[in-house]
């Protein structure tokens, strides 16, 4: 792990996130998480999903590149799987863009999960699914 990634996991977990080992190669190690407030309960356990915060290091000739992404991920009222997500985020701002962030994954679940009659009323472009 580097100073910059330990120093992010430190943050979060002060502002209340928890962190897991990584499933998948990130280069990092580790993701964080919390329940995502404001949001329909998910289908599937019938909670609010979580807002996962993934970052990613990746060396090149000797330099090392970081970025990260938040998703949220759940079940909707259709039995549908959706995945959210807000990436390449660059490692320094990270902690900056989670308000925005979290509100605009918040409102896209909430669409989401609402299901297609709510949804279609938020439709501005008056498009019909095909």
Known sequence: MSDVTDKLRDELTASGWR????A???GVGWYAWKRLEGAVD?????KPPSLVLTPYALTVN????????LDVTGEIPSGRWVKLIAYSIPLDEVIEAIPECTSIL?????????GPAKAASH???GEKNV
């Open 19 to 22: 962190t897991e080992r990584a």
């Open 24 to 26: 998948k190669d990130t």
């Open 42 to 46: 998910c289908r599937c356990n019938d």
């Open 62 to 69: 000797g330099k090392t590149w970081y970025s990260s992404e």
């Open 106 to 114: 918040r409102n896209a679940w909430n669409s989401a999960a609402q």
């Open 123 to 125: 439709d501005t472009q």
